[in-house]
């Protein structure tokens, strides 16, 4: 009888917005609902698509800005509560999963990975959205801003989602987009300090979703 530990499996790790799934349309309608509210022009898609990828708190303070208006702490904490409201009652109006994702996922369940995700939503809203798009079944572990008390950029938002969803550190890929994934990716190098591990960016490997 072999007394060797079992190994866990393989992982791979997805970011949701921009990499999963197309929710900018969501994202920024919401956004839109507030700078309409305040009085300012509403911000085209292909202009404030650049603003997605830190949060929403980011999301929008960066939309203000761009309007010429600096928002204080206070309107800033007030203007958070409503996106958070307005947003998770219009998480899937337009989002839709990206072409390949299913069978993307499919493939890497068939090769014995366990998948997970790992996003700067807040976790209820994640969990519902993926539900809503159909795969939130697909996931050992879905892990948001509000998981840790970490999030990303720091590499531990992403190790704390590995060892959530039980999965080996040492054979983890990573997928992701935009500039806040460039360093995840770079942090996790050193955090996870194994030559096995394997971190896999959109950028690099646009063939994953062909």
């Given at each position: 009888?072999?007394?060797?530990?079992?190994?866990?499996?393989?992982?791979?790790?997805?970011?949701?917005?921009?990499?999963l799934a197309e929710t900018a349309g969501d994202l920024i309608g919401t956004l839109?609902?507030?700078?309409?509210?305040e009085g300012l022009a509403e911000l085209p898609l292909s202009q404030a698509r650049g603003l997605i990828g830190a949060g929403a708190r980011a999301l929008i303070r960066r939309g203000f800005?761009?309007?010429?208006?600096?928002?204080?702490?206070?309107?800033h904490d007030r203007l958070?509560?409503?996106?958070?409201a307005h947003y998770?009652?219009?998480l899937a109006d337009t989002s839709?999963?990206?072409?390949?994702?299913?069978?993307a996922l499919d493939a890497l369940e068939a090769a014995g990975f366990r998948l997970a995700v790992c996003t700067n939503k807040y976790e209820g809203q994640s969990v519902e959205l993926l539900r809503l798009l159909g795969i939130g079944h697909r996931f050992a572990a879905i892990c948001g801003r509000d998981t840790?008390?970490?999030?990303?950029?720091?590499?531990r938002h992403l190790t704390g989602t590995i060892a959530r969803a039980a999965g080996d550190p040492a054979r983890a890929a990573s997928a992701w987009d935009g500039y806040v994934a460039t360093e995840v990716a770079d942090a996790t190098i050193r955090a996870l300090e194994t030559e096995e591990r394997q971190v896999i960016t959109?950028?690099?490997r646009p063939d994953l979703y062909r």
């Amino acid at each position: 009888m072999s007394t060797e530990p079992t190994r866990k499996p393989p992982i791979a790790v997805f970011d949701l917005d921009g990499t999963l799934a197309e929710t900018a349309g969501d994202l920024i309608g919401t956004l839109n609902v507030l700078m309409k509210r305040e009085g300012l022009a509403e911000l085209p898609l292909s202009q404030a698509r650049g603003l997605i990828g830190a949060g929403a708190r980011a999301l929008i303070r960066r939309g203000f800005e761009a309007e010429g208006r600096p928002l204080s702490l206070e309107d800033h904490d007030r203007l958070f509560d409503a996106f958070i409201a307005h947003y998770g009652a219009h998480l899937a109006d337009t989002s839709h999963l990206f072409p390949g994702v299913v069978e993307a996922l499919d493939a890497l369940e068939a090769a014995g990975f366990r998948l997970a995700v790992c996003t700067n939503k807040y976790e209820g809203q994640s969990v519902e959205l993926l539900r809503l798009l159909g795969i939130g079944h697909r996931f050992a572990a879905i892990c948001g801003r509000d998981t840790f008390p970490q999030a990303k950029p720091d590499p531990r938002h992403l190790t704390g989602t590995i060892a959530r969803a039980a999965g080996d550190p040492a054979r983890a890929a990573s997928a992701w987009d935009g500039y806040v994934a460039t360093e995840v990716a770079d942090a996790t190098i050193r955090a996870l300090e194994t030559e096995e591990r394997q971190v896999i960016t959109l950028r690099d490997r646009p063939d994953l979703y062909r």
